[in-house]
């Protein structure tokens, strides 16, 4: 069984990621969004998060968050993810039917740098790199449009960022990524490898209990995005 990293104190962001069993639709219909959306409100305040940036998906979710202390991204996840298949269950007529999660979310680090502002566009732009919206901010269920026309009670839940967002960043998320950045960011993703420079990935890797995620570099398998 691989081993799970630490969620060590001391302010770094994460990316954190969930995806259905089989490919099973989390979203089928407005109404599943919004569910959602007020669960996210719900595990805020039950369980507080930084969080920075998130993008609903199709059969999965994207989150950047900025734990304060050890065991809040967990405690948060854990939540967020238990109470929504409940409910989710219950809303589909589907209670005893299986697991809606293929199991525990996924997360790596990033460092407060210029790849923490690139995660942010590859998570932003979600939407718009599978092809389900023509602009990044036209996606009703993604933090890029909730902080420029979300309810207050959504926005509430966004945090200032550690690192200085660019003025143009509207603009930046709808520039493409070139496939280097997209392949690294996949790669942390599979292997929940720590994303950043050489040095830190390592750092962070001897920190965390994640220096397998280092090995067997070479090139990342194409990750098609979904929807």
């Known amino acids: 069984m691989p081993r799970r990293a630490r969620v060590a104190p001391g302010g770094l962001v994460f990316h954190v990621l969930n995806r259905t069993v089989a490919g099973l639709p989390l979203f089928r219909k407005e ?10 409100v719900e595990a805020q ?8 940036a998130w993008c609903l998906m199709r059969n999965h979710w994207h989150f950047v968050v900025w734990p304060r202390e050890e065991g809040e991204v967990t405690a948060h996840f854990r939540w967020l993810a ?4 409940m409910r989710w269950h219950v809303a589909h007529n589907t ?22 502002l690139t995660l942010c ?17 036209a996606w009703r269920w993604g933090s890029l449009w909730t902080r420029r026309q979300g ?8 945090c ?22 997209a392949e690294k960011i996949q790669a942390c993703i599979a292997r929940n490898r720590p994303y950043g420079e050489d040095a830190w990935q390592e750092e962070q ?23």
Request: no cysteine; charged share 30%.
């Open 31 to 40: 109404k599943d969004y919004e569910a959602f959306e007020r669960i996210m």
């Open 151 to 158: 309810n207050e009670e959504l926005k509430s839940i966004l």
């Open 160 to 181: 200032d960022w550690p690192v200085a967002r660019p003025r143009n960043w509207v603009a930046l998320v709808n520039e493409p990524m070139t496939e280097k950045e």
């Open 205 to 227: 890797a001897k920190r965390l209990g994640l220096l397998h995620t280092l090995r067997g570099e070479g090139r990342p398998k194409a990750i098609r995005p979904e929807n």
């Open 82 to 85: 238990h109470t929504h298949a």
């Open 121 to 137: 566009r590859y998570v932003e732009r979600n939407a718009l790199t599978a092809g389900v919206a023509e602009r990044a901010e």
């Open 45 to 52: 305040q039950l369980h507080p998060l930084r969080v920075l």
């Open 95 to 116: 209670v005893g039917r299986g697991h809606l999660y293929q199991g525990r979310f996924k997360t790596f680090p990033v460092v407060e740098d210029e790849h923490f």
